[in-house]
């Protein structure tokens, strides 16, 4: 069963408008989320991160917004750039046994229309 | 520029084959994880090592499926016989193994089993 999950395969936006990508978890012990964006024949390379002690990180065009009790993050690109287009992974991580073992989602593509 | 190097980028093998994929982690970095990328399963983690040592290798198919760190500069994961059902994209990363810290991905291999 996943702890991390991406429902939406996919997601389609216009340049200049907001991009959301949702990720839900089930395993409360998760302390730390991170965001990895891959492009196509390239390994993912990380964006941006949270704590759980956090509910808001912001980092220029991107902000991850964590809400503890509904165990659901997502990260918001404003503005969406064609250079955006690319596959994003949520990731976290459990303080427990993980020794910095990282769980990912399926991934959703991200898709900028100029 | 720091990264982790990873080979072959690409590799077509037949069924039965036995393929071998290297990986040089970041030095300094003490964790490397193997992960494999799927359409159906997103990213799987399929085994990690602490300071050249297993710690988790229960995301892999032990029949076939074997890997080592035969040094602190290398890592590698080898499956004898190769399936047309290995066929994917295979990560290594790499980290300081500290909770929450994000890892550094390699290229991938790129394993085509016909």
């Known amino acids: 069963d996943q702890q991390v999950k991406q429902n939406s395969p996919s997601l389609s936006v216009q340049e200049g408008r907001i991009s959301i990508l949702n990720c839900d978890y089930t395993n409360s012990m998760f302390d730390y989320f991170l965001w990895y964006k891959k492009y196509p024949a390239e390994g993912p390379t990380f964006l941006i991160s949270?704590?759980?002690?956090?509910d808001k990180n912001e980092d220029g065009r991107f902000t991850v917004f964590l809400n503890k009790s509904a165990k659901h993050l997502s990260l918001h690109i404003v503005p969406s750039q064609p250079g955006d287009s690319a596959v994003y992974f949520c990731?976290?991580?459990?303080?427990?046994?993980?020794?910095?073992?990282?769980?990912f989602g399926k991934g959703t593509k991200l898709s900028v229309k100029p | 520029d720091a990264r982790v190097t990873q080979t072959p980028r690409h590799k077509v093998t037949e069924m039965g084959q036995e393929v071998t994929m290297r990986c040089q982690p970041i030095l300094g970095h003490n964790t490397v994880f193997w992960y494999r990328q799927t359409m159906m399963q997103g990213l799987e983690l399929l085994a990690y090592f602490r300071n050249r040592a297993p710690l988790d290798d229960s995301g892999m198919p032990k029949d076939r499926f074997s890997a080592e760190m035969p040094d602190a500069t290398l890592a590698t994961l080898k499956i004898q016989p190769s399936e047309p059902r290995d066929s994917a994209v295979y990560f290594c990363?790499?980290?300081?193994?500290?909770?929450?810290?994000?890892?550094?991905f390699g290229s991938g291999t790129q394993l085509s089993v016909l």
């Open positions: 949270i704590s759980s002690i956090k």
């Open positions: 990731a976290a991580s459990s303080p427990f046994g993980s020794q910095g073992n990282l769980i």
């Open positions: 990363a790499s980290s300081q193994g500290r909770m929450g810290e994000k890892l550094f």
